[in-house]
């Protein structure tokens, strides 16, 4: 019985230890859950698909099934083996990946598009590296057969044009189903995709079959969209599309001199914004600027490349909007945008990720009460007089 007493008293510190030890790993645990996987849920939940001014014939059932509800987001930059650090790697790619299952979880939206550069070091990456670059983006951008994933090449994806080959423009093209001057219409809504890289307009291979089947597109688009009494012989015998005015989705934006009138939290940094633009290489050369508009006509463009966000308007009536880079690596505060669409109409929505420097000021909060709670469990907190007295108090004892 005596024996069991003291077996328990020796016991007690430990148990209180154990205890304590344990509430540490549920405190971290906690907040590396909450940091990791649920304050995405928390950001993305807030985000709300823009209203659309539906027709007044028009029922709401009706409004919402003809409104295609789409994804855009760009610059995603997988790290390659060449110049990615394992840790950046794996953080980056864990935060992308986070965002965008859970954006197809609460937004569940019809498509997707990502305006190019996806991968960092397409423009120069071996097979393997190419192959393996191309399962973690399986990976990461995993998606039901409801949504479809469109992806539109970028420089980082198959070279700038001086290093743009037909073996990597191939193997983007065949990995994507991508070609410039490809068609996609859903809803009645026609969207153009455009290789920006083969504008360069200098007659390069690439870039001749290129702008051969823009203009061939530009061509059927035009003669869709004609009134059917107003005969045209050049539109007799031209497959007839939806007549809606179509939407240029790009990698590189239309000419602008530099980022000096774009305005937004996500635009470029005050000490960038008035840095000129170089044309074909920051945005496209005017020439090919003034092509794609005069063949299109387009209602809407959205681009990528420049990482930051902007807002421009093209002859004074054709909006551009250039979306901001979905990587943490690039940027303190990701986004993409939400699109409510249909043939004559679109709608506009931003939505933003989690901001890094939030999720880095919550570690260091938690770091920080992790420290005081173990030293106070360790009782160096206790004030001076007791701790003497308990010194003492041991002295004499011994
Ligand atoms: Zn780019």
């Known amino acids: 019985m005596l024996g069991s007493t003291s077996t328990t008293v020796k016991n007690f510190p430990l148990k209180r230890r154990l205890c304590f030890l344990l509430k540490l790993v549920c405190f971290v645990s906690s907040v590396l859950i909450f940091c990791e996987f649920l304050i995405y849920y928390v950001v993305i939940f807030q985000c709300r ?33 060449i110049k990615g650090h394992w840790l950046d790697k794996l953080r980056r790619e864990w935060q992308m990946e986070r ?12 498509i997707v598009f990502i305006l190019g550069d996806v991968f960092d070091e397409g423009k ?4 393997q590296a190419w192959a393996d670059d ?47 001057g490809k068609l ?57 599309l939806p007549a809606s005015e179509p939407i240029l989705l790009q990698h590189y934006p239309l000419y602008r001199k530099s980022d000096a009138e774009c305005t937004g939290e996500d635009s470029a940094p005050p000490e960038e914004k008035n840095i000129p633009f170089k044309e074909k290489y ?37 909006p551009e909007i250039s979306v901001p880079s979905f990587s943490w690596r690039n940027r303190n505060n990701p986004s993409f945008i939400m699109g409510s669409i249909t043939p004559t109409d679109f709608s506009l929505q931003k939505c933003f990720l989690p901001f890094e420097s939030r999720v880095f000021t919550i570690y260091c909060a938690a770091g920080a009460l992790l420290v005081i709670l173990v030293l106070a469990h360790v009782q160096l907190l206790t004030p001076p007089f007791y701790f003497a007295q308990r010194l003492i108090s041991k002295h004499k004892a011994v």
């Not at 659309?52 to 003809?66: D, G, I, V």
Request: hydrophobic residues 40%; positive net charge; contains cysteine.
């Open 49 to 81: 698909w823009p209203d659309m001014k539906s027709p007044a014939h028009m029922s709401e059932k009706e409004t919402s099934a003809s409104v295609l509800k789409a994804i855009i987001l760009a610059d995603t930059h997988l790290l390659g083996e």
């Open 282 to 318: 920051d945005v496209l050369s005017q020439e090919a600027s003034q092509k794609l508009l005069w063949w299109f006509q387009p209602r809407l463009i959205l681009s990528g490349h420049t990482h930051s966000a902007c807002e421009v308007l093209h002859a004074g009536k054709i």
């Open 99 to 110: 965002s965008f299952q859970t954006a197809l979880w609460l937004l569940q939206p019809d």
């Open 184 to 240: 996609i219409t859903r809803k009645g809504i026609n969207f153009v995709l455009v290789n920006s890289v083969a504008m360069e307009g200098d007659g390069c291979a690439v870039c001749r079959t290129s702008e051969a089947k823009l203009v061939a597109l530009s061509h059927k688009l035009n003669c869709s969209q004609q009134k059917a009494n107003h005969s045209n012989k050049r539109c007799s015998d031209v497959e007839k």
């Open 134 to 180: 191309v399962r973690r983006f399986g990976k990461m951008f995993r998606h039901s057969v409801s949504t479809e994933l469109v992806v539109i090449a970028g420089n980082h994806d198959i070279g700038f044009h001086y290093e743009m080959t037909t073996y990597k423009v191939n193997r983007f093209e065949k990995l994507f189903n991508f070609t410039s």
């Open 124 to 127: 120069w990456s071996s097979p």
